[in-house]
């Protein structure tokens, strides 16, 4: 059984239809055709896969299409709507935050709404809100000076 | 003699693309029409195949071929042993053994038609224990193994796939007269690659032409695999490799691009393969090698090693794959980088109806030199002196001598020693809950051949074409700042142009740490030849001799007179053919004595070997048994340093994996040899929560036979000395070593409250 839902991705909506038991990985991916969002466990264990719904972050692998219907859902492709980079994903570069980059998507998202729920954390507090996303490349290193840089350059603002 | 060249922070040519979301890994892309492919595999560990009946399967709807053995040419394969088909024909030897294909129009109908393939097997008893299977009468894994292919050097005899030893002098004699002996065994479990993107591979056939996109570390490998297993010519198979998303090893050697090129010829279809983390983990002929480790030392009671015996068994799995060196690389890993008087080290590389083990990360490295570094402070504490202090009288040094023999050229392993231990405070005050392990290792550099070219365009900047594969680590990324040294351009003048083996020139791929070592060198020769095709040009055009032409800041120009110059874009916009190309003269490791060892093969002596030092500073719960790792020092000679950030990134990631590796990464095996663990809840990778406080320090010894600049290779070291470091702290908090791998809080808590042994 499919069910008509509406999916506000980056700011764009898209009418689809779609099975009861498909996740909002998959139909994004595959009907929205956005692969910026990875597949490393489809279980909730990497957070390759996470996505703001409603600016809120979620594992898209373990969540329901169906569940999304109506919301607002950013990925990596709509953290920035210029050709010029967010901010955290300059710093992610900067700082060697990036290697393979199949965390990254994930990985920044995560950092995104870290930084929206708490705008000056400490490393710790980083390190705690990152714990969700597994990256097997950088050690994290580069990622948490990534994360706290952003955030020091926006308090200083 | 160290060298501190200048450096620029170096932003990935790669970057923009991946922190977007718009860069495409294999599962990311999609081909009109394609087909979805999954495999059954075996049911049991261990079985000889009766009767295989695809009949259901192909009878369901929107099934577009199954294929078996039957359906693709009756070859072996393998690296070193060719022991395996692409298809189990008459027996399985692992639970991850392929027995048949799908290929339907949903992954779902794949699925589906998998469960309705009926196998009649005979089951036969498995045999996981690796250390037993060596043992006279013991049931062969492959009964055939006489008449199999194989390298004449490995010392094969029944399930011992490989046997090695590094001998010199008279190790029994020795141990017999040393005024200590000190003897200790370990266990170490297998563990994983593990990396974050899962394979996947997509086969789309033209004509008699099949162009393969796989996420694989060795593009040029996978190409011969699937000509070989195939038989059809290496002319005829393409491999591009899109972005990867990590390795670490695990996608090293040919997996499965053939067994989707055979269904993609059978469906008259593409096909696209992608695994789920639960095939990553079991299906995979690769892991990291469970392993026994026996070290027995004679020293003196001033530090001096006068003797080492070793005695190393290692879990091979079902088949040899890429992985038939291990028993000669684990037993110069057991001798370490250490001055012994006389060796007598043997390592066994046993088959096994476990899954299979190949390289990952440094192979057998961390495991036995945790195992060895253990075994280090347990003599330093027989003869009551302090293990640092060990250390510093035995390391090799400039002239001194290697296991085999080997006369030691400028290398920085002392200095990694005193840098590690500055960085980490050793000897500081600390709570009685801490303290501080140090490990010493080392990795050889691998002379291989690579090419390259590179080619200047029309506005001015470059191409960097290249075999070479980038499986994170920046290596390929790195090679513009070589290339725009040669040519007094800037390295983000260039593009690369890679990881398509219609492209590059033959590469090993992005294994063995030696990327920046041996394509570097081929980038550099190009850019060179570029630069003399230049200065022809330039010489024409100023009408000056080229012997006073430099290359700077984009032009060519009279030295000394820098307003008679020509730009670089004045001299490409001609439509001039301006084109070099590279390879080098292959460095080899030093020639050895080394005819008292058997199962030689070319590791008796490292060649520009790269030395490392790791300090860790724990804290331990003793009512746990939970360590948690304070502060990390990571000291390393890799040569000159490149590119600082990427060299830093690998120290920073090797690190936090050894941690893994240390304590809580293994693949847990049931009593019949099937993983108990395929899953990222089970098998723990360290989070950024676990991660300590990581301080580098690179020494940078200028090494005769390194790489480009003085460069050594930077990827493996990270991980070696990692989980012996770590062992040693915990061992001076509990009185004694733990000696299982991983020291889980369990085995932290039971050696706590036992007798430890193993």
Known sequence: MTYSITLNVNGVEYPLEVDAHASLLNTVRDQVGLTGSKEGCDDSECGACMMLIDGRPVNSCSYLAVQANGSQVTTVEGLTNTDDLAPLQEAFLVEGGVQCGFCTPGMLISATALLESNPDPTSDEVRIGLSGNLCRCTGYDGIVKAVLKVAEARSGN | ?758
């Open chain 2, 1 to 758: 003699m160290t060298i501190a060249p200048e450096r620029k922070p170096f932003i990935r040519p790669d970057g923009k693309e991946k922190v977007t979301g718009l860069g495409r890994y294999t599962a990311d892309l999609n081909l009109t029409g394609q087909a979805f492919a999954r495999f059954k595999y075996a049911d049991h560990p261990h079985a000889r195949i009766v009767r295989i009946d695809t009949a259901a399967a192909r009878a369901l709807p929107g099934v577009f071929a199954v294929l078996t053995h039957a359906d693709v040419p009756d070859v072996l394969y393998g690296g070193m042993v060719e022991d395996r088909r692409l298809f189990a024909k008459e027996k399985v030897r692992w639970e991850g053994d392929v027995v048949a294909a799908v290929a339907a129009r949903t992954a779902e109908i794949a699925a589906e038609a998998v469960r309705l393939i009926e196998v009649e097997y005979e089951v036969l008893e498995p045999l996981p224990d690796f250390a037993a299977n060596m043992e006279p009468g013991a049931t062969l894994v492959h009964e055939a193994w006489e008449g199999y292919e194989a390298d004449d050097s490995l010392d094969r005899n029944q399930n011992i796939l490989g046997h090695s030893s590094i001998v010199k002098g008279d190790a029994d004699g020795a141990m017999e007269s040393a005024e200590v002996v000190v003897k200790s065994r370990f266990v170490s479990d297998a563990s994983q690659g593990a990396p974050i993107e899962p394979r996947a591979i997509l086969a789309q056939w033209q004509g008699d032409r099949v162009t393969i996109w796989s996420s694989t570390q060795v593009p040029f490998a996978a190409r011969s695999g699937v000509a070989h297993t195939l038989q059809i010519p290496e002319s005829h198979v393409r491999v591009i490799v899109p972005l990867l998303g990590g390795g670490f090893g695990s996608k090293c050697d040919f997996h499965f691009e053939a067994h989707v090129a055979a269904l993609a010829r059978a469906t008259r279809r593409p096909v696209k393969l992608v695994f789920s983390r639960q095939e990553e983990f079991f299906a995979p002929d690769h892991r990291r090698e469970g392993m026994i480790i026996e070290l027995e030392t004679g020293a003196t009671r001033d530090g001096r090693l006068v003797s080492r015996r070793g005695r190393l068994i290692l879990d091979k799995g079902a088949y040899c794959g890429e992985g038939g060196f291990f028993a000669q690389m684990a037993a110069m890993h057991a001798c370490g980088p250490y001055k012994l008087d006389n060796v007598n080290v043997e390592a066994f590389l046993n088959y096994s109806t476990n899954q299979p083990s190949s390289s990952v990360r440094a192979p057998t490295a961390p495991q036995t030199c945790w195992a060895l570094e253990q075994h280090m402070d347990e003599v330093a504490m027989a003869i009551g002196m302090d293990p640092v202090e060990l250390r510093r009288r035995a390391l090799i040094e400039e002239g001194a001598e290697g296991p085999a023999g080997q006369i030691f050229d400028r290398i920085g392993a002392k200095e990694t020693l005193e840098a590690a231990l500055e960085m980490i405070g050793y000897g500081q005050e600390l709570p009685e809950d801490e303290a501080i392990g140090v490990a010493c290792g080392w990795w050889p550099s691998f002379g291989s051949q690579s090419g390259a070219y590179v080619k200047l365009n029309g506005d001015g900047t470059g191409t960097i074409i290249t075999g070479a594969m980038e499986s994170g680590t920046g290596a390929v990324m790195g090679l513009p700042l070589l290339a725009a040294e040669v040519l007094g351009m800037k390295p983000e003048d260039f593009s690369i142009l890679y990881q398509d083996t219609d492209a590059g020139p033959w590469d090993m791929g992005s294994s063995g740490s030696q990327t920046t070592f041996n394509n570097g060198r081929a980038v550099i020769e190009a850019a060179r030849e570029v630069r003399e095709k230049l200065l022809d040009l330039a010489a024409a055009e100023l009408e000056a001799n080229r012997d006073d032409l430099e290359l700077v800041d984009g032009e060519v120009r009279v030295k000394g007179s820098p307003g008679t110059s020509v730009t670089i874009v004045d001299l490409a916009e001609t439509g001039e053919t301006i084109i070099g190309k590279g390879s080098g003269d292959v460095p080899e490791a030093p020639e050895v004595d080394a005819s008292a060892c058997v199962g030689r093969l070319g590791m008796e002596s490292f060649l520009a070997p790269q030395l490392i030092t790791h300090a860790a500073r724990i804290k331990l719960d003793r009512a746990t048994g939970v360590v948690r790792v304070l502060e990390f020092a990571a000291a390393h000679d890799s040569g000159v340093i490149i590119n600082r950030m990427g060299a830093d990134g690998q120290v920073y990631g090797g690190v936090m994996m050894g941690i893994g590796q240390a304590l809580s990464e293994a693949t847990w095996f049931d009593d019949d040899g099937r993983q108990r663990n395929p899953g990222l809840l089970d098998y723990k990778l360290q989070t950024v929560s676990d991660g300590p406080k990581i301080d580098i320090r690179w020494i940078e010894i200028d090494t005769p036979g390194a790489g480009p600049k003085g460069s050594k290779g930077v990827g493996e070291p990270p991980s070696v000395p990692t989980p012996g470091a770590i062992g040693n702290a915990i061992a001076k908090l509990i009185g004694g070593p733990v000696r299982r791998l991983p020291m889980t809080p369990e085995r932290v808590w039971e050696t706590m409250n036992g007798d430890g042994e193993v």
